[in-house]
């Protein structure tokens, strides 16, 4: 049971060895270190990376005599690590979102002296990583120069009678009528053989309920453990995303009872619901529903300063866009973010930290981290999906788009790749049998070749990197591989900040070292934009700024409005790139690392409505004289019947006289599939600009937005 947390007191002393815990006892050398924190936050070591030693003297507080077994419990660092208490060796550990703990029977009443040895270097091989760290160490939406090395989590010390509860996890089975069969497994280290008892108790957090308790005797060997059953819960109330119903949680508390006495203790936030992909629509408690998301980098790139109003913050962000997954892409998180989406009804898809490809020697680490992931993270409601690695092929530089890394890409995404086909094949095989409750995806953006390849969850980047063609060649994929388009994860384009927010870390007038400084800095790929807007011509940071959220918007509506007309035919998930920046950049979110929402995340607002109203517009400059199929869809995302919707649809000339006008009044079902309710036809007479605006009112909320339609 919880103790205390070291958060004062703490030096850090960068070096080029370590000393194997012997170190100078007097201040000279040593500077004031924050933890949690990283060591990049500390002035003079603002650009270091790789060796540090970072030291602690405490008094420990008194024990309870009950409570006679103390242990130290370091919750997160970056990356390799040796720790020593009172000069004795505590052990390695690798790993920088699992928590180290031993016991600490060498713990003095009075003065105490812990020293944390960590090795968080740049990896400069970026085809052979070793770090199991994912975006953190290798990532194009990443400050370059941003090493994570550090303790970013507490240091805690905890006490316990001769039975420590190390950790617990709590899964939903089975939900049939009014009982839930909920499995728990423990994690338990035994001074003592004998027996115990295990005692779960339920209390309800968001509802009036009864409280229900459940005890277990069992019996102990001595030494760590694992302990696992089952019981069932009457009258469970489920767990829904905030758009389809009530969040209801648990608080439930896990005890150990030792001859009687309380020996230790934890708290565990719990959620009843069952998570299914079938054949990738997703189900949740059995019903149907479409996914609409987006993918969430770790809020802040020093992860150490994420706070629990600041997640909270970007899931309220999050949910007014109509979203209900995010995915937390190719990293752990903070364990703030996941306790917030349990409460907020936000699911999360689930990344492992592998990002790109890794030398061979990183499979049993990544064996062993994956199942600690699972076990870990694996209690929380708001876990949809795991993915155990992005993107597993040749990707230095995503910039870079010479023929020769597009060839060597190409061969480790479609030939025999090492990362995909033996350690990431060996991880999702691991974490099924760890986790059966949720499905587990072996690596994401494999594209489904049939007769090849089923594929996995798609990545389109169509209209930006020029490896994968305009929107014309998109247009292409939908018609030949149609079963792309099941579950897409990753689709967006780049765009500037709003102009306040540019002008915080760019000129005014951007000149040409100045965009060589974005490039280098802060995430922009200039020539890839080049290649789609006139940036450079614009005369104006404002109109720059503007141009880009524009072409931005009108990315993200091209995928989603085909998305939602393939809706369950096969779409069940839409998922674009990127939510928020994790540091100030040109990047391709929707909202800024102040988290001021760009054009795009209004347009992308829209696009999500549960009640929507589209067209499907060729992405073309069309012909004088050539005729225009201007056909209109309306689709419901509700759980319940819609009637008496009005749908507008109106086409204005360049000169923007109003040209033709329809109105219908429509119904549609329940959580229906698209439907059209209306064509309109245009041969356009004069060059120039075109528009259809569509209206949408009746439903849940009321939409307008614009066409463009290009004639000459």
Not at 48 to 73: I, N, S
Not at 165 to 178: G, P
Request: aromatic share 10%.
């Amino acid at each position: 049971m919880y103790l205390d947390t070291l958060t004062t007191d703490w030096q850090i002393r960068p070096l080029d060895e370590f000393r194997q815990g012997i170190y100078p006892s007097g201040d000279e050398g040593w500077l004031a270190a924050q933890v949690p924190g990283h060591w990049q936050q500390i002035p003079g070591l603002e650009h270091h990376a790789g060796k540090a030693v970072y030291r602690c003297r405490f008094t420990a507080p008194a024990v309870d005599p009950a409570l006679p077994r103390r242990w130290l419990r370091i919750n997160g660092a970056f990356y390799h690590m040796r720790s020593y208490l009172n000069g004795i060796d505590l052990g390695a550990h690798r790993g920088y979102f699992i928590p180290f703990e031993r016991e600490a029977s060498m713990l003095r009443a009075d003065e105490n002296e812990l020293i944390v040895e960590l090795d968080c270097p740049d990896e400069r091989d970026k085809t052979g990583k070793t770090m199991i760290t994912g975006v953190f160490s290798h990532w194009d939406c990443i400050a370059p120069g941003s090493n994570p090395g550090g303790l970013w989590l507490p240091v805690e010390l905890h006490a316990s009678g001769p039975l420590r509860l190390d950790h617990a996890r709590l899964r939903t089975v089975t939900v049939v009528e009014d009982i839930a069969q909920i499995r728990f497994d423990l994690m338990i280290d035994a001074a003592i053989a004998g027996p115990a008892d295990v005692v779960i108790t339920f209390t309800p957090r968001t509802f009036d309920g009864a409280i229900q308790r459940f005890v277990q005797r069992r019996k102990l060997r001595k030494g760590r453990q694992d302990l696992g059953g089952l019981f069932k819960l009457r009258d469970p109330r489920l767990w829904w995303t905030h758009d389809l119903g009530r969040p209801d949680l648990y608080d439930v508390q896990v005890e150990l009872h030792h001859a009687g006495q309380l020996s230790d203790a934890t708290t565990v936030t719990f959620g009843v619901r069952k998570f299914e992909l079938r054949d990738w629509i997703p189900h949740l408690n059995g019903e149907r529903f479409l996914i609409k998301g987006n993918n969430y980098p770790p809020g802040d790139v020093r992860i150490a300063t994420v706070t629990r109003e600041r997640v909270e913050h970007d899931l309220k962000l999050a949910q007014a866009c109509h979203m209900n997954m995010l995915r937390i892409h190719a990293h752990v998180d903070h364990p703030v973010l996941y306790e917030a989406a349990d409460c907020a009804g936000m699911l999360l898809w689930q990344d492992f930290p592998l990002q790109w490809l890794y030398d061979e020697t990183v499979l049993e680490d990544a064996r062993s981290q994956a199942v600690t992931m699972a076990r870990l993270l694996g209690s929380h409601p708001s876990i949809a999906v795991w993915c155990m690695h992005n993107e597993p092929f040749l990707i230095e530089d995503t910039a870079d788009e010479s023929l020769t890394t597009r060839l060597l890409t190409y061969a480790t995404g479609f030939g025999f790749n090492w990362n995909r086909d033996v350690m990431d094949t060996q991880l999702k095989e691991l974490v099924e049998a760890e986790d059966p409750t949720r499905p587990v995806v072996r690596s994401s953006g494999e594209l489904n070749l049939p007769g090849v390849r089923p594929g996995t969850d798609t990545h389109a980047y169509f209209g930006w990197y020029r490896n994968y063609g305009t929107l014309d060649a998109a247009e292409q994929m939908i018609k030949r591989l149609p079963a792309n388009l099941r579950f897409v994860t990753e689709f967006g384009a780049q765009s500037f900040p709003n102009l306040a927010n540019s002008l915080r870390f760019m000129p005014a007038e951007i000149k040409q070292q100045d965009v060589e400084q974005l490039a280098a800095r802060h995430g922009f790929q200039p020539e890839i934009m080049d290649h789609w807007i006139p940036w450079r011509d614009t005369g104006s940071l404002a109109a720059t700024i503007a141009l880009s959220q524009a072409y931005q918007s009108e990315i993200n509506r091209y995928y989603i409005d085909r998305l939602r007309y393939y809706k369950y035919r096969p779409t069940g998930g839409i998922v674009p790139f990127l939510l928020v920046d994790p540091y100030p950049a040109v990047l391709w979110s929707i909202l800024d690392y102040w988290r001021e929402p760009k054009q795009s995340y209004y347009a992308m607002q829209t696009a999500f409505r549960p009640q929507y109203a589209f067209c499907l517009l060729p992405p073309k400059k069309f012909a004088l004289g050539e005729p225009i199929e201007l056909p209109i869809y309306a689709v419901n995302d509700a759980r319940r019947a819609m009637s008496g919707l009005r749908v507008r649809s109106a086409l204005h000339d360049p000169a923007g006289v109003l040209i033709a006008e329809t109105v219908r009044l429509i119904d549609l079902p329940a959580d229906c599939t698209t439907r059209e309710v209306d064509r309109l036809r245009l041969t356009p007479p004069h060059p120039g600009e075109y528009s259809l605006t569509i209206s949408f009112s009746g439903g849940e909320y009321n939409l307008e937005h614009r066409y463009r339609i290009p004639v000459g």
